[in-house]
């Protein structure tokens, strides 16, 4: 496979301090990578630097061997898109809303079609936004991302809010995409979730990069708890 993402030397700074540091990785084209750590481990601000939602403060990201930096960021973010933890869509008629939406986004696609990706019944379309359940208003995010057609899928804790089922359903779907090509970059702190669907990825902790490799060698180690497991 060829690398569709690397970082070089990436750092992030806040109000002098540093939320990443010294971040050096890639991504394969049509992997599913997961990012894993702790809550305030940096996840979250490590993910939204990929559609640039965050700016490096310091090293490189290349995208398609582009420096993001010199990509424009409609164009960036046509091909790489985030869906975030407890998404929801804009108050008002699911129908209306989801119509505003194909139209700004030059979509093809009817709100039938938004709801069939994920599953959901078409009785969602004549609710309001602030009826439907937080894993409904999730989904509909995760449909409208993937209409979309993107190259990549940013997945930020998106089975969270879901039953299990559901999150299974979510986790199958997202492995189907990746097997017809979509490259899937996800972040959890639950190591049930990483094994189920991760290939690759990296453990983050206070910020930095501590083990990066298989998940199955990530979650063996971490569960050892064996010094020797980090690595910068």
Known sequence: M??????????????????????????????????????????????KLFNRLEINTRGNIFFNNEKLDEIPVKSLRDKVVMVMQGATLFE????RILEIYIEKLGLKQT?????????????????????LSGGEGQLIAIGLAVARNPDVLLLDEVTS???????????EKMKHLQKNGKTIICITHNMENAVSVGERG???????????????????????????????
């Open 161 to 171: 809010s879901l039953s299990i089922t559901r999150g299974a359903e979510v986790r």
């Open 111 to 131: 709100p039938e079609d938004i709801l069939d990706i994920m599953s959901l019944s078409y009785e969602n379309l004549e609710k309001n936004t602030e009826e």
């Open 2 to 47: 060829s690398i569709i993402f690397r970082f070089e030397d990436v750092w992030l700074e806040k109000n002098g301090k540093s939320i990443l540091k010294n971040i050096n990785f890639s991504v394969k084209r049509g992997e599913f990578f997961v990012i894993l750590g702790e809550n305030g481990s940096g996840k979250s601000s490590l993910l």
């Open 202 to 232: 990296i453990f983050l902790q206070n910020g930095r990069i501590t083990r990066q490799g298989k998940i199955e060698e990530l979650i063996q180690c971490f569960e050892k708890g064996d010094e020797q497991c980090n690595q910068r």
């Open 92 to 95: 008002g008629n699911v129908r």
